[in-house]
Nanobody, 125 residues
Framework: QAQLAESGGGLVQSGGSLRLSCRGS????????IGWFRQTPGKEREVVAC????????YYADSVKGRFTISRDNAKNTVYLQMNSLKPEDTAVYYC??????????????????WGQGTRVTVSS
């Protein structure tokens, strides 16, 4: 069964860093676009960053450009989200998910499946 599992969340002060991991089981992440998303209570889930299956093209939401970096380690079947210069507004539950098909210039959560259970990130001011 194809599953994704996020880890690495926690409590960090404003300006700090965290690295989230998205580990796949039952399928190979290398052959899929992998996305990171976040959601806060009462708000829709939003795309944070995506990485392509082929040439590791990347997409970032404007709110995280220059601060977050998405990468993949195919040997570990894992995709990472390095988050630097964290702000209180980055506080959310972060999820990863997989998408097939061609790379797009803009992604929507509806394009993705195989959602993980999420990992909570809390940034204190």
């Amino acid at each position: 069964q194809a599953q994704l599992a996020e880890s690495g969340g926690g409590l960090v002060q404003s300006g700090g860093s965290l690295r989230l991991s998205c580990r796949g089981s039952g399928f190979t992440l290398e052959y899929n676009t992998i996305g990171w998303f976040r959601q806060t209570p009462g708000k829709e889930r939003e795309v944070v960053a995506c990485i392509s299956s082929s040439d590791s093209s990347t997409y970032y939401a404007d709110s995280v450009k220059g601060r977050f970096t998405i990468s993949r380690d195919n040997a570990k079947n894992t995709v990472y989200l390095q988050m630097n210069s964290l702000k209180p507004e980055d506080t959310a539950v972060y999820y990863c998910a997989a998408a097939g098909g061609r790379w797009r210039q803009k992604w929507d959560p509806a394009d993705f499946a195989n959602w993980g259970q999420g990992t909570r990130v809390t940034v204190s001011s």
